[in-house]
């Protein structure tokens, strides 16, 4: 067990920036309006993550290391329903099973919290500390039994920006929700959780680019797709401002991201990018997230029909006012 924990966390957890990403994404399951993150050494000394959501019940927290015993998938049809981002019950096993790990939560219902502390995935003492709001994950270091994963990480600056990329993502996933990341004891994002989207634009990209990006809006039977995006001005050397939502969750589309391009045209020059920030909703039964565990493909129905949407309207929305 012990070992199919690791190779599952190698599969799970690749490198500092996809602990971050499960652990956020269960605060974000978890129902919370605040989540913030800590992290030291682009996350290999250190990654916190605080949120005030639901917590964990106390007969709960020992079962929520074992792999699969969370899972939320009991029939293959469960498959096409899934509404939260996780539901594989295999990211918190595989994360403490290469690391020293600490959870602290609580829920309302009960009068005092649970402290668990394992490492590499061994369970070294559950007791009941004071309530607190939500939960509080704590991951020190990083891969230390897995020399392999260590090794592989080379830059602690890359790391930070796989960091950055996940919670700004996720940040513009979730305007309704306040994140905050401090590496080193600095702050590197702040969002508001106001549930303005133009907003979380401003915190990561700055007021005055937020200000130049149009609304974006366009929907059909199958389709609602909405968000903003840059005037052809306002251009990138890469595709990383491009951000595409599917129910709230970020994907990466090769045919999407084209069909954006496609809606700019000859607008903006080879090579260019635009900014932007897409947020499709579909049907769940259109989509299968279940092809990779990383959950960031997934395949879509119709999609033809949905690039022409998207292309189509982001030339309407770039020709509107314009004579
Ligand atoms: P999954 O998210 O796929 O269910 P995880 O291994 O990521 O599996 O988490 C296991 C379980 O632990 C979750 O299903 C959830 O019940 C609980 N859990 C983990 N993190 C939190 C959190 N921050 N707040 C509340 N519950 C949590
Ligand atoms: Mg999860």
Known sequence: EGLANQIAAGEVVERPASVVKELVENSIDAGSSKVIIKIEESGLKLIEVIDNGTGIEKADVSIALKRHATSKIKSKSDLFRIRTLGFRGEAIPSIASVSDFTLETSVKEENSGTKLSAQGGKIISIEPTLKREGTKIKVENLFFNTPARLKYIRSLQAELSHITDMINRLSLAHPEISFQLINNGNELLKTTGSGDLRQVIASIYGISQAKKMRSFHAEDLDFVVSGYVSLPELTRSNQNYITILVNGRYIK???????????????????????????????????????????????????????ALISKGITDTLSEGVL
């Open 253 to 307: 589309n090769f045919l999407l991201r084209r069909a954006i391009l496609e809606g700019y045209g000859n607008r903006i020059m080879v090579g260019r990018y635009p900014l932007a920030v897409l947020s499709i909703q579909i049907d769940p039964q259109l989509t299968d997230v279940n092809v990779h565990p990383t959950k960031q493909e997934i395949r879509l129905s119709k999609e033809k029909e949905l690039m």
